[in-house]
């Protein structure tokens, strides 16, 4: 019975101690397989062709035209103007450098970039399989099939960077400065079909290294299974869970209800913004900025309420008062009701919506009011915080206007 590692540890370490022996072959081995010229020239293609491009793309064609916001729809362009604001504060590359990304030159570009840093890859992966063979290694075809499995891996990686780009370019989801633009259902269903193209495309990608490895590795594909039982009972809970995870993917991604950048808050009270909609997993951003990693079992039968698409809000305060204040009601509430008006613009007064102030109860040792308002206003962001400041502003002026004090457990603030 052959033995794994008796008998096979000295003859290995003098084989690699043969190296400096051996080093003037090693070298004439490298020299007949590599050609130092092309190898220069894949590296300066790997790792220049993007930075070279990119100065006459901000210097000529994004420096010529300049472009404007007012293109734009009012309600894009204001978006537009926040987004781009947004971006200065939290990103530290230029905007010239995100559209020239975007762009088809960096495009080409970074195709060439990547299958030269490939090719310098397999150079080097060559280069040890030379260097095991001349030191008397038995590597047969291996460098081969290694180089098989990268080319048809960046081979792929590339069929989908280059699919996601005409996706959202057919759709004209992109805007001229290569960012997405404001239209969130246009955008779900260009990221639906991404991910759905990603999914053939992977599973492509997996089929074709299988055959490779079969064809050029003699690697049977009954026996890379073959677990035993007590493997297939693993295999198959496994298969399960991850069967479960991407099809609460794929109904949470195809459902209609979130898309990526817009702000939600679910039933379990998790609220935030969708950084990322996954096949196992979603990436939640909260209002803490802590970015928090939920499975997408635990969202996909949950009850949803998306922010984002929401163009009204509510401003609804409870007002105390003493018993000795009631006299002074109506006047009050008329001059609530003309104080929010002036305070904010954007109020519904013309009946679709709440616009109103009324005495609701008598409790125990207080009188309440409410105060009940909606506006045309998105429920989120600093417009909004803005306007409700306005609003409660507007409500305190005008109960100190008729010398009225509110009470606050059972205290009295003025």
Known sequence: MKSAVAGKILPLATRLWTIKAKHKDIATAIHKLASPSELILLILLGWTTVPILQYPYNKFIIGSSPRSLSKLSTDDSTDAITDLEEKKKTSSTPTTTSEFQHSLLFLIADHISRASKVAVLVYAIDCIAVTLKTLGFNVKNYSQIIAKV???????????????YLIFKLLNVLDQRGARKFHPGAYGRANILNHLLDAVIIASMTLSILDVLQ????????????????????????????????????????????????????GDGTKGVIVKMGWMQTLI?????????????????????????????????????????????????????????AACPQVIADGSRPFRVVWS???????EVIVDMHFNVKPSGDVYHDNRQRCLMAIYR???????????????IS
């Open 215 to 266: 064809v050029e590795g003699g690697l049977a594909l009954k026996s890379a299974f073959a677990f035993g039982s007590a493997g297939t009972l693993v295999f198959s809970f496994a298969s399960k869970d991850l069967a479960t995870q991407l099809v609460s993917g794929l109904a949470l991604s195809s459902s209609d209800k979130v898309y990526e950048g817009e702000e939600v808050a679910f």
């Open 150 to 164: 990268i080319y048809t891996t960046w081979f792929f990686d590339r069929l989908r960077s280059l699919k996601k």
């Open 398 to 412: 005008a109960i100190k206007s008729h010398g009225m004090k509110l009470v606050v457990r059972e205290e009295y």
């Open 361 to 367: 109860d008598f409790k125990s040792s207080h009188l």
């Open 285 to 341: 951003r909260s209002p803490d900025e802590m970015i928090t990693s939920i499975p997408n079992t635990q969202l996909a039968n949950q009850r949803i309420t998306n922010i984002s698409r929401i163009r009204r809000c509510q401003v609804k305060q409870i007002l105390r008062f003493d018993y000795d204040e009631a006299n002074k009601f109506p006047a009050l509430f008329e001059t609530i009701k003309k104080e929010v008006k």
